[in-house]
């Protein structure tokens, strides 16, 4: 039998694995009268600990256009994890009624937690600020779909660049295809942490770093806008000084080029003018189609109804102790979000990540500890 | 293609119309068997930012007898409205999971502003205190089949008839049929409006207004309770005064015809006592069962999977700009409860609908501006 | 036409029904390809006026898996009754629109007024503190699959044993078969209450109290476990005191037969080790999925899709009135968690129980009155 595979992380899935998902996306737009029923009997337990509309109607529309069935709960309050059940308990519970499982839960590493004890396919559907690999995945097809490649790219990422999972991901997904360079358009306050910038210098990939998006937009094939959230700002009145600069409006958008795609993880608020809409480089709605087709795919991945890919690296997340020679259980991890300072008995675990350093990262949350030498 | 249709007031269908809708959840009584796989690989969207289980679930059960399946979210806490989504944000990307949508929404005028944007049919499942079209319907559909006609009848309405929608549009819908008599039976505080009389009087419709509800009974064909709130009242004293004179009793009943109907829209709290349940007479519970037939007919209608009635004016509510010639868009909406006063970058649009008098309506929740001269 | 049959408690079957439940179960387990489509064109409604993740998610498993589709809501806040509406209505209501209800509701004797005047089938999934049949059903099931018997056991019942409805309903139904020995443990404060033993007595069941799970452990063939609520305790230090004595570990474990069975309704908090998962006697995630085919015969059966076994009794819940000689009307319920206590216009019923002592019971929680002579 195959080992279960999971997606925790977008980098738990090789290239090869990512390009099979986009082809098999495509061919469900192309043929969906060819799918609608490979999962018959088949169920999705949906389990959003906390809410997000958009994620988990994609979820479930992806299940039932696939002819399969699809239960669940769309936020803790109906859960037992108000009467204090383990996210491990509810998971492994939950796997005796559904076929696969996609997850989001406030805490970080809470799927790879649940992954360690499930009996059937997770999908991390968002970790809290941590990982949120099918919004990458989204974001893969739907460029891959406007502009016909994922190489050879000008990528603009404008906004909230230090707390926005969804850019980091992106861009941990865009350095595996060649010659793409990022623009990084935000404030002083929310610039690119310095260890994804690390991570852009090591693939030898280029990257600017500017402050206003005019300036940057006439060179982008891609604009990737997120929202500035008013609290991540140092005052109320650097935000209001700034937070217009951040809006993408039909002036802003002239000197772009005409092909240029306009992408956001949505729900938007308001750093896109609702006149932007109807501008043939918005691309944002479309997301939200391509997002229901890659989840389609994976979902067929998952459950070994297409055929595999090229010896995926995968599903790490469920079994942290694979590479035990490198793994120790004796830090504690001081990331007060991350699902070990909730979750009841687990082990608190730490891998080497950087040697010369010094540097451990926790196995769930990847929270790092420096070792004093 | 055929112009998208949605449903946002009773008055957007012709009357030729609801006969066909009527005509058809006959059929789907008759014969269920015929329709159990209609809708296969059909998806409703139930969105309802407010709660409501007896409309959701009637529509979810009118979905899934048509052998479609349904998703969707049952509050606003469990959707992206808490992270500030506008309404045609989240009913523009639901369109991409599903055939058609059902929307309730607490504000006035909300699926109207979402029908704008939309690629799939939305049915209006209520907006506030504003329309409610599905519960007319379902009234249209349980007279027809207990009485045998929507024409020469006798219509008592009871209980709050200020705010109570349910009535306003009962009205409106009936007003289409010939001979229809009203009987207006509330206390003072909560009498019919003056601009439904109004309608009343300009369709030729005879109508009285009494205050006691046990001199009324004798005369009706059918009577429509609804349900008296304590906080509409000027006093509690008042309240406490008048509520038993509004509450349907065995006694009541005694005086009324041996085939007249008691129908209420539900929830009733007290405002029927139990003990009339079972009178022959008591038809509000089989009127859920007729909720569900004719939302089975109207969503087939709005999915072409039936043919059409005569050229309906109907899907209005979605494209406000039809009449441009007499819409004005410098004019704000004062209605705190309009779709107008939260919703981003929403064009404010009203409507001349009384030249003399210089009376222009909010296109969104009907609100009133009166031109000064 | 056969008289709609509910499950309420779990003595509404005979020994002959859960058998032949039991029965079913197995086969499903055996060849589920035989069932998949057996519920075809069905509808569940999950009704649950309080929230319970996994007794609502097997229930909707257990129909999805028949073939049937599955509506309803997971709170009362997304349901009518927060606008006052009773139990009996709401229930229904929703008769129209699903052919079997499973209901939870927080008050006691809530299904026994909703099945009073429902057209369908009602399972009750747990009414408060009072009755969970279908959890029974799944600890009966998981004993007779994992020891072959329901007879000749030694069972240990530990934790809160006088709060505790789980285990009272597993003391009536083990009752019924021969030669059932049970073993009480529990701190002082939660000792088994003295009608239980009453019954266990007049059984002629053999039952010891101890309060060490140490000293009991060797001798048992089952232990269910239960948790035990801190509040529960007259004081905080009695708790602390206590509390590891009542935890199940690895170190507990090792004295007990290697055949011996763990059991436990679930949610588990801390009341069992994460460490005891992997021993084989752990069948607590096992009976998780007991529950789910467990239901699946109890859906079948109440639907009539098999065979009927030896005339039960059943139903009982739903007709209080039937032996009317011995019911009194006159008898007000003290228990203010009774669903009396809320539902509009439900008369007070209480039969005789033990006419020697004036002993009368509340037909819905079945609160005690004693008759002064």
Known sequence: MDKIRNLINITDLTVEEINLLIETADDIEANPEKYRDVCAHKKLATLFFEPSTRTRLSFEA??????????????????????????????????????????RHPREGAPIAAAQK???????????????????????????RKKGRLDDLTVGLCGDLKFGRTVHSLVDAMLRYEN??????????????EYVKDKMNAAGAKWTEVEGLEEAIPDLDILYMTRIQKERFDSAEEYERLKDSY???????KPAKSDMIVLHPLPRVNEISVEVDDDPRACYF????????????????????????????????????????????????ANPKCITSTEQELKHLFRLTDEKRGIYRCVYCDGEHVEEK
């Open 286 to 333: 479309y997301q939200a189609l391509c997002g229901k087709h890659i989840r389609m795919a994976l979902i067929l991945y998952l459950l070994n109804l297409i055929p595999k890919a090229g010896a995926g690296s995968a599903s790490g997340g469920g079994s942290p102790e694979t590479n035990a020679a490198v793994l120790r259980d004796d830090i504690c991890c």
């Open 180 to 193: 793409v360079r990022f623009v990084l358009i935000s404030p002083d306050e929310l610039k690119m942490p």
């Open 118 to 144: 499930t009996v059937v396919p997770i999908i991390n559907a968002g970790d809290g600020g941590h990982f949120h690999p099918t919004q990458t995945l989204t974001d893969l097809l739907t460029i891959s």
């Open 247 to 253: 809006v993408l409006d039909t002036e802003k958008l």
């Open 62 to 103: 992806a299940m039932l256009e696939l002819g399969g069935s699809v239960l669940g709960f769309s936020d803790a309050g109906s859960s037992s994890s108000t009467k204090g059940e383990s996210v491990r308990d509810t998971i492994r519970i939950v796997g005796n009624y559904a076929d696969i499982i996609a997850m």
